[in-house]
């Protein structure tokens, strides 16, 4: 009988190939090997069902499914996931070497979601940042500070399984699409405490990649997950408030 590994890093892939390879090769750099990789590839057009075969092994198991967001490839990754543990890593992004060392190290004291620091990468002007030089980051039971804003980079994530499963996994609905996992980071704080590692232990790259339309989309989501939490939260109630107003400007060409 095979044993279950410790942790399962599950990696969405939508034709990323190049870069998910990068992000394989962090994993495989790792200090601490008791892991597996679930590869899931939610429709890619690039060739990367053919191209992944060689880098595949008994760690690292590759699903193809057909397009359906984010949200969806996660879920299928934490349905196949044997791990204790779920981390979660985005195809264009990496993991410090010693990153699952730490984590490991951390979950032997209770801690049930961890979340960490992060180095922010912009490929454009070569240059890096901390996370934590933007937000501030919060300890313990952070549900009212999370409902402030999202401080929690989703390639520093690691969830233990059973806690994530009770949460029912990311919700799949369009209207919260492009933050689907902040609606899943709120619904786990409001009943576990979150641990935060003052260490950048993933690496995270910024694409020029955004436009109107995905701005717009991401502040139509935020409304929609503020909505959901308004009957609890005066701060939901405000956020909903500003980032309808926001939402207006930028439709209007006041804020871009």
Known sequence: MMLKPYFSIIIPTFNSYEKLLR?????????FTDFEVIIVDDGSTDGTQ?????????KIHYFYKINGGPASARNLGIK???????????????????????????????????????????????????????EQMRYGKSFQSLLENNFI????VCVKKTVLE????????????FVEDY????????????????KPLSKYYIHESNNSSNIQRTYTSLIAIYSKWSFLSLIAMKNR???TLVLFLHRIGIRK
């Open 241 to 243: 408030f500003k980032y």
């Open 183 to 198: 609606d899943l980071w709120l619904k786990i704080a409001q009943k576990h405490p979150l641990t935060y590692i003052e």
């Open 23 to 31: 992000a394989i090769e962090s994993i495989k750099s790792q200090t």
């Open 153 to 156: 980079v989703a390639s520093t």
């Open 80 to 134: 196949e996931a044997n791990g204790e543990y779920l981390c979660f890593l985005d195809a264009d992004d990496e993991f410090m070497p010693q990153k699952l060392l730490e984590y490991y190290t951390v979950s032997q004291n209770g801690g049930v979601f961890l979340f960490s620091d992060a180095e922010y990468f912009n490929e454009k002007t070569k240059s890096s940042t901390l996370f934590s030089c933007k």
């Open 50 to 58: 053919v191209k992944i075969q060689e880098s595949l092994c008994k």
């Open 166 to 177: 009770s949460a029912a996994y990311f919700d799949e609905a369009l209207k919260i699409k």
